[in-house]
T-cell receptor, first 113, second 111 residues
């Protein structure tokens, strides 16, 4: 049982480049979300999805896009990377309004130079 | 949206002592209060949660208490061990489907 698989683990981008962070879950959860973690700021919600075909913005959505074509996959796209997007990104499956446990991926450490 | 404040940001305790981390929240409609533990290089993991119909919940050495009137909830770790060293996050749902996390507490247990 893989749980939440998040790739890549590390990434360095140049300013202006684009990339996609992948997230897949095998727990059949409707709710999935993306967070960024910065020192002293905890986990901040970027985007979330309550099911296939449905996505919505969180606290800090600017510069990021998401899509949810299947229940299993919830990729996060950086359209034009900026140094302010240097952070650790976590995908989570479960939780949300159902007030149940959220399962997190291992994280992606992204550096934008 | 919800405003979750977590204190302290860092905490050092001697092995065997107790540790307490406190969170306050603003939305009186919040009804679910989990605590997550994040070890170095890993994603957060749920360690205990409480719902608003109870005031306290225990699981071996960890407990969570909830005061809905004052809008705060706390994590208590007794008989701390070196493996308890980690970053701990409180969380609570806001309106709609969003989930809000505190800013984290870095706990160090000194052997």
């Amino acid at each position: 049982n893989a749980g939440v698989t998040q790739t890549p683990k590390f990434q360095v981008l140049k300013t202006g480049q684009s990339m996609t962070l992948q997230c897949a879950q095998d727990m059949n959860h409707e709710y999935m979300s993306w967070y960024r973690q910065d020192p002293g700021m905890g986990l901040r919600l970027i985007h979330y999805s309550v099911g296939a075909g449905i996505t919505d913005q969180g606290e800090v959505p600017n510069g990021y896009n998401v899509s949810r074509s299947t229940t299993e996959d919830f990729p996060l796209r950086l359209l034009s990377a900026a140094p302010s997007q240097t952070s650790v990104y976590f995908c989570a499956s479960g939780g949300g309004a159902r007030n149940t446990e959220a399962f997190f991926g291992q994280g992606t450490r992204l550096t934008v130079v | 949206g919800e405003n979750v404040e977590q204190h302290p940001s860092t905490l050092s305790v001697q092995e065997g002592d107790s540790a307490v981390i406190k969170c306050t929240y603003s939305d009186s409609a919040s009804n679910y209060f989990p605590w997550y533990k994040q070890e170095l290089g890993k994603g957060p993991q749920l360690i205990i949660d409480i719902r608003s119909n109870v005031g306290e919940k225990k699981d071996q050495r960890i407990a969570v208490t909830l005061n809905k009137t004052a809008k705060h909830f706390s994590l208590h770790i007794t008989e701390t061990q070196p493996e308890d060293s980690a970053v701990y996050f409180c969380a609570t749902p806001g309106t709609g489907n969003q989930f809000y996390f505190g800013t984290g507490t870095s706990l160090t247990v000194i052997p």
